[in-house]
């Protein structure tokens, strides 16, 4: 993706990723060597979230763990009696909104070497990150605007807009039906927004088609539009969603 940004953005790139790398503390896990491939291929994919933002280089964010591939996470369950189940579950990363992301080293690289593919870890978990910085995590990051009347009607058009999109996702993951967005995003509204994501960074022709009111939104609120450095579409699936 890289290469196919204009000299402009290339150096602005260049720019937070030196900033990240000067302000965020990588740790190997599970066996994993922190090497300067490792370090910058997060970082450049990172930072692609942060072009012609008016931002800090993720506030919040102080540690990026990695592990060589997906790893075991416990994890706990609420039940309806309000009893508490502990377990195991596998996972390719996380985001936590204490600062801290966790990735599986394999899939950053596919994530930077398999584009139109919809999924990219690490822009997933930092699109994460993004949404922390207001304190909730609920699909919904800090937008701007030059007033507060401005920044008020961003945020109804944002709910609106994306409200809908997730119904919609959610309503073609019961149905079984082929969507462009992952129906991983159909379990809550932070997913979805990190999905949504994604599939604006990697499948952006599609998204647009397909969902031209969520491109919209992407686009004003990531300054960018991918359309204008992505490859031609390499399939013209019959999606329905």
């Known amino acids: 993706m890289y290469s196919r940004l204009p000299p402009a953005d290339r150096r602005e790139l260049e720019g937070h990723i030196h900033v990240f790398l000067a302000e965020k503390r990588f740790e190997g896990c599970g066996g994993q060597e922190i090497t300067d491939e490792v370090r910058v291929l997060i970082a450049a994919q990172a930072c692609l979230l942060l072009l012609h933002r008016d931002t800090d280089c993720y506030p919040l964010l102080h540690s990026i763990l990695v592990y060589p591939s997906s790893y075991i996470a416990k994890t706990w369950y609420w039940e309806k009696d309000g009893t508490i189940t502990e ?4 996972r390719g990363g996380e985001s936590w909104p204490h600062g801290t992301v966790v990735l599986a080293w394999d899939g950053a690289i596919a994530g930077a070497v398999e584009l139109n593919k919809s999924r990219n870890l690490v822009i997933h978990e930092f699109a994460h990150q993004l949404d922390h910085e207001d304190g909730i995590t609920d699909g919904a990051p800090l937008l701007s605007g030059s007033n507060l009347w401005q920044i008020h009607h961003r945020y109804q058009t944002w709910a609106k807009v994306l409200s809908a999109e997730f119904h919609q996702l959610r309503r073609a993951a019961e149905d079984g039906r082929e969507t462009v967005l992952d129906t991983y995003g159909a379990q809550n509204p932070a997913e979805f927004f990190a999905v949504a994501t994604e599939c604006f960074f990697e499948k952006p022709a599609q998204l647009k088609e397909r969902h031209p009111a969520l491109y919209a939104e992407l ?10 450095y992505a490859p031609a579409s390499p399939e013209k699936n019959e999606i329905s969603t």
């Open 219 to 228: 686009k004003e609120f990531y300054r960018q539009d991918p359309l204008l």
């Open 87 to 90: 377990g195991e579950q596998a």
